[in-house]
């Protein structure tokens, strides 16, 4: 009877996998669909030369012109159809020289701000000539008022000769990440506007935007975070200098530890074990992914949700590794998805099968990587540091669990997994984790830092949901033996 109850549960839970899988396909298609819309969108612009809606004025001048020469059929006449024919090449030749005289330039304070500071920055367009052009305009990005993003605005300005038109502001950008200030493009008219001039520029700036650095105060009073730190324990770690003794080969032995020489001795794999000081070996595994993007459910949660998350996943993982590296001896491992990790030469992987699987047209999981780095101090910190604040989201397919199997030493080693979202899927990898390390992984080694947007949910029906499914996963991941820590602000 057991049994039989056992295999119909396994039938059943490979039926829901299915189907998860098949909304993650449906809902990857939608979301791919909507991104191929907007990115439609943002090139839809004229070409480089066109008419306005003056041409139609034009165009009847020009029959009232012919038709007024002809029925007076005199010299005279003729003029007023010759200025008519001659009209368009002189705008035409009157608007392109645009291009010898105005110009733009981008003036910025600095290209790198903590967010919450206030940024100065200046866009000057410029007429270097002596024809005046009163009818200018550019499409200008620069941050919106919300300080959550950049839009672009169509501003129209109108330049005298030798003349300069100004935008002087200043922004506070309210999440981390990377923006862009500048003119994407300029459109020159002639004086009739009858002709528009597209100059395309993409003059850009590009602005950094870091996070704080919150400090996690170990006597609990003032602590910067909501974090009770007490649970963060020193875990012992292997000291390299002192080999202690020689055993077979284990499931979760590290690969470098093995006796090769010995090993082809008594064709068994031997490997070798060291003494324990008071060194620890971290690993970090912040998830930084849009997890909040099911088109389905877009208007339950407020706009800025995917930033928010990101932000105290950074400042909460920044926190936990300076707290870290502070202490005696200790070696971090920070390691997350990174879309610039070739361009920043960091470590890369082939593509995710699982990921593709499960979002087949996805462009970013084809190009995604991940970028590892090893820290032995706050020097290596500050180094590895420009790099993480600025990273961009990735595709909530890929979760940071997954990372795991990068990891080449599993003997004495903590996993700190930071992350904006608990799913079954991610409790049932971290189970596996820690089944599969429970040899090797100490009490403790596998804990969970879970930020939790419940202020973000605007639905009242989807907080309650999401705050009994929240209560339910952590619940079971305590069960396994798993460290789960909340905290909804960083302060």
């Known amino acids: 009877m057991n049994a039989v109850m056992e295999k119909q549960r396994k039938l059943e839970q490979k039926a829901a996998e299915r189907e998860r899988r098949q909304k993650l396909r449906e809902d990857a298609k939608l979301l791919s669909e909507i991104r191929r819309q907007e990115k439609r969108a943002r090139l839809k612009s004229y070409p480089t030369v066109s008419l306005t809606r003056n041409a139609v004025y034009y165009a009847l001048f020009f029959v009232f012109a012919l038709l007024f020469t002809q029925a007076l059929r005199s010299p005279l006449s003729s003029v007023l159809f010759i200025f008519a024919m001659l009209l368009p090449p002189l705008l035409l030749l009157y608007a392109v020289t645009c291009h010898l005289f105005v110009s733009e330039s981008n003036t910025l304070e600095a290209e790198t701000v903590q967010k919450e500071v206030p940024l100065e920055y200046e866009i000057l367009i410029a007429n270097t000539g002596f024809l005046p052009y009163p009818f200018v305009d550019a499409d200008v990005q620069y941050p919106a008022r919300d300080g959550v993003h950049c839009e672009t605005r169509r501003v129209s300005c109108t330049l005298a000769p030798m003349g300069t038109y100004r935008i002087l502001d200043r922004a506070v950008f309210h999440y981390r990440g990377g923006y862009e200030i500048g003119i994407r493009d300029l459109y020159v008219y002639d004086p009739l506007k009858i002709f528009r001039i597209r100059m395309r520029r993409d003059n850009l700036r590009p602005v950094f935007v870091m996070p704080r650095r919150p400090v996690i105060v170990t006597d609990g009073e003032g602590a910067a975070s909501e974090v009770n730190t007490t ?159 600025t990273a961009d989201l990735h595709d909530a397919a890929l979760s940071p669990a997954s990372l795991c199997r990068f990891i080449t030493e599993t003997e004495s080693i903590s996993y700190y997994i930071v992350t904006s979202r608990l799913d079954g899927t991610l409790v049932t990898t971290l189970q596996e984790s820690l089944r599969d390390y429970s040899s090797v992984v100490l009490m403790g080694g596998l804990q969970v830092y879970y930020f939790d947007p419940v202020a973000k949910i605007r639905d009242p029906a989807e907080r309650a949901r999401h705050n009994d499914e929240t209560e339910h996963l952590i619940a079971q991941m305590r069960a396994a033996g798993i460290l789960v820590t909340v905290f909804n602000e960083i302060n």
Request: charged residues 25%.
């Open 231 to 389: 649970e963060v324990r020193n875990l012992r770690g292997a000291d390299r200098t002192e080999l202690t003794e020689i055993k077979e080969y284990r499931m979760g032995d590290g690969l470098r530890d093995i006796h090769w020489k010995l090993s082809s001795k008594t064709q068994d794999l031997m490997v070798k074990h060291y003494g324990m000081n008071a060194c620890r070996s971290v690993c970090f595994l912040p998830d930084l992914g849009e997890n909040y993007t099911d088109p389905y459910r877009r208007g339950l949660y407020t706009d800025d949700i995917n930033l928010c998350c990101a932000d105290a996943v950074t400042e909460m993982t920044i926190a936990l590794m300076l707290s870290t590296l502070r202490g005696a001896n200790n070696v971090c491992t920070l390691m997350w998805y990174e879309k610039r990790a070739a361009d920043v030469g960091m470590e890369t992987l082939l593509p995710d099968r699982e990921a593709q699987a499960a979002a087949p047209d996805a462009a970013d999981a084809a190009h995604i990587g991940y970028a590892a780095e090893v820290m032995y101090n706050e020097l290596d910190f500050e180094r590895v540091y420009p790099y993480f604040a």
